[in-house]
DNA sequence: TAATAAACCGAGTACGCGGTCTATTATTGC
DNA sequence: GCAATAATAGACCGCGTACTCGGTTTATTA
């Protein structure tokens, strides 16, 4: 008898996942061909085929791992920081976790052509909706202990501020795939910036000194 | 002799375009195939391809349009604003201009479509450059002005804050074409918020008082 | 009204693609 | 060392697709 080794298995899954994410984010979905997965992975379709049932499915698996190893889960991170007794700055590191990956060159047009998959495949929709409910919750929690606070403006609707805070931290995915100029690293503080003044707002006359 | 009528040429285009909006948008463009463009626009395949020399090029007129009918045209509109001097009402009209389409529930899929597809494809790449660049600059001029002006926070750099008043307008686009629950002209007015707070900071110390 | 070209049709085609099948080699347990 | 099975290979296949081509109809104009 011969016996799966499941840790060889995984590695060599990963393998495979990391080959093809350079290709979806260079080319696409339906543009990066199984052929082209396979000799980038060194290997033959009928081996490719052995660890994924479809080609849809190397692209699902690409986001089905939330960072399971290396320590703290994304989940867990998110959780813990909602439970944090300074919402203001447990907010400034969920920011600051969600903006990690925007580093990484392969993320943003990874995640866009995620977001436009999406809409026609309602697993991949499925998986990250459920991601984004996570993030979003956790955001708007974290917002409304901060007005209680009184950390940030309480007239804020935590939803809505939320939503936007998020759209915030997407547009660095975003404009870092569209343009090439754009350097996310350097735009972080300006992003905190933004957060901050939108946030903090205090509850003044909202008109400056005309010239 | 027959001569070809430019109006009624034009017109089918228009129509086929339209027909073949619907499709990419909802379907994407690799996915949307080109019988089905056919079939919604009620012709041949012989007949498409009369029109259009390729799928691509179909894709591409519908972002070539700037509007030139119906009145101004985008770029004259961003021009004229440039020279205004109340540089903040001028801004605020880009703002409505540039988010004018959010609403129409076609364009923010399309506008994601695109700029994927842009990835790999020069040609649309240059043509939405073109566009970016044209709205980048209209609006960092008027930043600069409005700082000139007392309006906004002079400390303010105008690039990389035209760039965010682009990724926050981006994000209606975004965030419409990704939660259904997004109603683009229910957040126009956070979006004016979160721009006003943003760009017209006054200099005050940033921490509230704490609880 | 005849000539001419645009507008239109739809079957046909070539080809690239995702996925399968059979065969061979490596690796494990007994 | 002998099953038994995982891992790998690569030729193969059927389908869907973008696009073509020969032909017909419709409109324009001289």
New binding site residues.
């Given amino acids: ?5 499941p840790a ?2 995984r590695a ?1 899954r990963q393998y495979i996942l990391h080959a093809a994410a350079q290709l979806f984010a260079a080319k696409g979905f ?6 082209e997965i396979c000799k980038a992975a ?6 490719l ?3 994924f ?4 499915a190397i692209f699902h698996a690409i986001f089905e791992e939330d960072g399971a190893d290396s320590g703290e889960s994304k989940a867990e991170r998110l959780a813990r920081a909602q439970a944090s007794d300074d919402p203001w700055a447990a907010l400034l590191e969920v920011v600051e976790l969600l903006t990690a990956d925007a580093m990484n060159p392969v993320a943003p047009p990874l995640v866009m052509e995620a977001v436009v998959q999406a809409h026609r495949d309602p697993e991949l929709d499925a998986l990250l909706g459920r991601d984004n409910a996570q993030e979003h919750t956790a955001v708007a929690t974290l917002l409304a202990k901060a007005a209680a606070a009184g950390q940030i403006d309480p007239a804020l609707d935590p939803h809505d501020a939320a939503t936007w805070v998020l759209a915030l931290i997407a547009s660095l995915y975003t404009s870092a795939a569209t343009d090439p100029a754009f350097r996310p690293a350097a735009q972080l503080p300006v992003l905190r910036l933004i957060l901050q003044r939108f946030l903090k707002a205090p509850p003044l006359d909202v008109h400056p000194p005309r010239a």
């Fill in positions: 008898m011969r016996k799966v080794d060889k298995h060599r339906e543009r990066t061909t199984t052929a060194g290997m033959s379709s009928g081996n085929f052995h660890y049932p479809n080609k849809r």
